[in-house]
């Protein structure tokens, strides 16, 4: 079993949808939980970033974690054809920068 | 965007070939770290770096080796390489920044490099 599981889609949404990407994980140390944005043929981008639990905003973007589920968010509210890209969770143990990612969700906004 | 290249960005090799990955950072970033891409698997670490001559090894390092002689680069070999090791190759580098009450540890992740072992 995959410490992250994240599924891979893909998903479709209209113009204006609101979007919910979830991942779960298996390992209750983790503490620090990222989303990554990665266009078709980029490197990822970091989008969200939380530590612990809660919840974290950012324009139309939201970031929830919660560690009793062991289950983190990612919201997109009035979706854009430009949000159209992969979306990975990342998230690690401590200080030391080694990522764990997810498989990565690809989401594709319709005009 | 963060100054990292690679190269090269598109590599096709012949199995049992040896092959070189290079990544260089501007950024003076302390950590640089390669990743391979595959469908179903997300991003999976393969090696990293945490200072000149200073590397470890990380979840699918079977098949590579790293080497880093300077802070801005970064080399991935693959000794012999077989079909298994077709995959996309991202560099990333990052640097600790301290923020009340956690430890920011940003990844900037470089352009891509896709390498296909026939």
């Known amino acids: 079993q995959k410490e992250v599981e994240q599924d891979p889609g893909p998903l479709s949404v209209p113009e204006g949808a609101i979007v919910s990407l979830n991942c779960t994980y298996s390992n209750s140390a983790f503490q620090y939980f990222m989303w990554y944005r990665q266009y078709s043929r980029k490197g990822p981008e970091l989008l969200m970033y939380t530590y612990s639990s809660g919840n974290k905003e950012d324009g139309r973007f939201t970031a929830q974690v919660d560690k009793s589920s062991k289950y983190i968010s990612l919201f997109i509210r009035d979706s854009q054809p430009s949000d159209s890209a992969t979306y990975l969770c990342?998230?690690?143990?401590?200080?030391?920068?080694?990522?764990?990612f997810g498989q990565g969700t690809e989401l594709s906004v319709k005009p | 965007d963060a100054g990292i290249t690679q190269s090269p960005r598109h590599k096709v090799t012949e199995t049992g070939t040896p092959v070189t990955l290079r990544c260089h950072q501007t950024e003076n970033h302390r950590y640089m770290y390669w990743y391979r891409q595959d469908p179903g698997h997300g991003l999976r670490l393969i090696h990293y770096?945490?200072?000149?001559?200073?590397?470890d090894k990380g979840e699918v390092s079977d098949g590579y080796s790293v080497s880093r002689s300077k802070t801005e680069d970064f080399l991935l070999t693959l000794e012999s390489a077989t079909s298994s090791q077709t995959s996309v190759y991202f560099c990333?580098?990052?640097?600790?920044?301290?923020?009340?009450?956690?430890?920011?540890?940003?990844?900037?992740f470089g352009p891509g490099t896709r390498l296909t072992v026939l």
């Open positions: 770096s945490y200072g000149v001559k200073d590397t």
């Open positions: 990333a580098i990052s640097e600790s920044k301290g923020l009340a009450g956690s430890s920011y540890n940003e990844q900037f």
């Open positions: 990342a998230m690690r143990y401590n200080q030391g920068g080694k990522l764990i």
